[in-house]
């Protein structure tokens, strides 16, 4: 079923940049795709990773629910006004998509693009899969969107606000509070290069050998067993397995972003923030590869890619059909890239 509606997702998109074809028409079967999406997520099954511990939540009657306070509040909530869970699944997605299109409209006047983009990858894994870290990603995309049109005090006190929200949500969006510190920094192309070249080039020297000392000595100076658990190393460390496919085409990503940089004509200060972002995703899922803490924290900042594709689109000198073509070869990676990860969203 997810399949169908991803290609369909695709048809809408290609008929919604079609000339002759009117735009009520248009609209309508991007609106339909979308809930047709909506309902897919909201009917999930068991065999879907973590929807029995999600089921097990919002059963229970523990106000602790074992996960994020506010995760637990609203899914017990939900399930005490008589919603079932597909219901609770329901709204959720509501909000999801919601807080996802609004946020996106700040930036682009196309949003379909880039949801497009977003999909295939960080779509389905963060709303049908992880939906916890979905809610606090979104949360943390409307904060930064603040932040970006509003560069004052009140705009940081509302950042840092919704970015403590979203930790509510899921913990792992505290990372969220150091970005501002290097987001609006405008680095020169060489420096982000080096730093690039620096990061494909960590295995070969071993340094990440020497991060897992450092956090090996810092977990057994605090004698966690919940931190433990959380920067739990892989039983091997194997540096060439940092060159695998999912970890090149990162790589190949930033270098194509931050050569196109000099395309993009408008909106350039909001383009060098999300490429900021994205270069130091790269940097620390490299250092950090080999310790699962490391690799769901980077991919936090991954989930903007779609971002940086919608305003190349938009705001740069490429000729919009080249982009076009560029973007469906990056959604068929990202799709294959997603099954390969978590083969049950085949029977999704």
């Known amino acids: ?54 089921m097990s939540v919002f059963n229970s009657t523990d106000k602790s629910g074992g996960m994020e306070i506010l995760f637990t509040w609203m899914s017990q909530f939900l399930n005490s ?8 699944l329901f709204v959720y997605q509501l909000i999801l998509f919601s807080l996802w299109f609004y946020t996106s409209s700040k930036h682009f006047e196309d949003i379909h693009l880039p949801f497009l983009v977003f999909f295939p990858f960080m779509g389905i894994y963060n709303f049908g899969i992880i939906i916890r870290a979905g809610m606090g990603l979104c949360l943390c995309y409307f904060a930064i969107t603040y932040l970006l049109y509003h560069k004052n005090l009140k705009g940081y006190l509302i950042y840092f606000a919704i970015v403590t929200l979203s930790i509510l949500f899921h913990k792992a969006m505290i990372v969220f509070y150091i970005l501002p510190l290097f987001m609006f920094k405008n680095f020169n192309t060489v420096v982000l290069l080096v730093l690039l070249i620096f990061a494909i080039l960590i295995p070969l020297f071993n340094i990440q050998r020497l991060v897992a000392d450092a956090f090996e000595a810092y977990i ?23 060159y695998s496919k999912t970890m090149i085409k990162y790589w190949l990503l930033a270098l194509l972003f931050l050569s196109l940089r000099s395309r993009v004509i408008t909106k350039r200060e909001i383009y060098n923030s999300f490429l900021n972002i994205y270069i130091f995703g790269v940097l620390l899922i490299t250092l950090t590869h080999f310790i699962d803490a490391g690799n769901r924290l980077a991919y936090m900042f991954f989930f903007f890619e779609f971002a940086l594709v919608g305003l190349i689109f938009e705001n740069s000198r490429i000729p919009k059909k080249i982009v076009i073509l560029g973007a469906i070869a990056l959604i068929v990676l990202n799709y294959l890239n997603l099954i390969s990860a978590v083969p049950e969203m085949l029977t999704y």
């Open 81 to 88: 006004i008589g919603l079932s869970f597909n219901g609770f």
């Open 1 to 54: 079923m997810l399949i169908l509606a991803f290609l369909s997702l695709i048809f809408a998109n290609l008929v919604n940049h079609s000339k002759g074809i009117k735009q009520d028409v248009k609209t309508t079967l991007l609106f339909i795709v979308y809930v047709w999406l909506i309902l897919i997520f909201s009917h999930r099954g068991t065999s879907v990773p973590d929807t029995e511990a999600y």
């Open 220 to 242: 057994k100076f605090f004698s966690s067993e919940k931190l433990l658990t959380y920067t739990q190393f892989h039983a091997k460390f194997d540096a060439h397995a940092v």
